[in-house]
């Protein structure tokens, strides 16, 4: 039930970051705009369509968005082994960020307008390039940890959530996508068993170096 709520709480925070996400096409990475041709009275000015324009573009970002965290309710429902959860999650919390990626790469690439004798700027890699590398670094880490279990797929897991965050925080047009992400590798850090302290595992059978617990003796509170 933590998982769910978890991933209802992304949902939204994808909302809430949809107005820098308008921002971020619009003023940022220029979608829908164009830019008047060198000698002319307004040269290095940008003129763009108004805001409703930015509302499909939205909609395409966000759908992606909220089918993965649909499916990732509907797992943290039904799905009872760790594994399966966690591979899940993991999965969903990749499809929103590479989608938005993709589209605002394509958007960069083929909405802009430069007229003739204007040399082309890369936007998408100026304004949207240093958050998409730690986003990628950070969801390849949280694909990694699927091979591991307990304390080692625990840390690994964390931190690929706090690097989905970093990259939100680095280009915060992107958490209309990367919150939600962090949202869903967080349902599946839950899964997961705390990393136990020296001497202590949740494992009821289990008593540190001591190996199992002789039975009616008590552990270490």
């Known amino acids: 039930m933590a ?5 209802v709480a992304g949902g939204f925070a994808a909302l809430l970051f949809s107005v820098p996400t308008v921002g971020l096409l619009r003023e ?3 979608i829908n705009c164009n830019t008047y041709p060198p000698g002319s009275e307004g040269e290095g000015a940008w ?4 805001g409703i324009s930015y509302i ?4 395409i970002l966000l759908a ?3 089918l993965s965290l649909i499916v990732g309710l509907v797992v943290a429902l039904i799905a009872r082994r760790e594994l399966v959860a966690r591979g899940g999650f993991t999965v969903l919390a990749v499809l929103p960020v590479v989608w938005t990626l993709a589209w605002t790469r394509y958007g960069s ?3 802009v307008s430069f007229p003739s004798g204007v040399p082309r ?3 998408w890699m100026i304004w949207v390039g240093p958050a998409a590398l730690t986003a990628t670094i950070a969801l ?5 940890a699927l091979a591991f279990r307990r304390r080692v797929a625990f840390w690994l897991t964390a931190s690929a959530a706090a690097g989905v965050g970093i990259a939100t925080v680095v280009q915060p047009g992107l958490g209309l996508a990367t919150l939600p992400s962090a949202a869903l590798l967080c349902a599946a850090l839950l899964r997961l068993k705390r990393p136990a302290r020296a001497g202590f595992t949740g494992d009821p059978g289990f008593s540190g170096a001591d190996g199992p617990r002789r039975s009616g003796e008590r552990g270490i509170s």
């Open 56 to 59: 499909i573009p939205g909609v």
């Open 3 to 7: 998982g769910a709520l978890v991933i």
């Open 64 to 66: 992606m968005t909220g």
């Open 140 to 144: 390849a880490i949280a694909v990694v």
């Open 121 to 123: 700027i890369d936007f």
């Open 28 to 30: 940022q990475l220029r």
């Open 47 to 50: 003129t763009c369509a108004d």
């Open 109 to 111: 690439d083929e909405l």
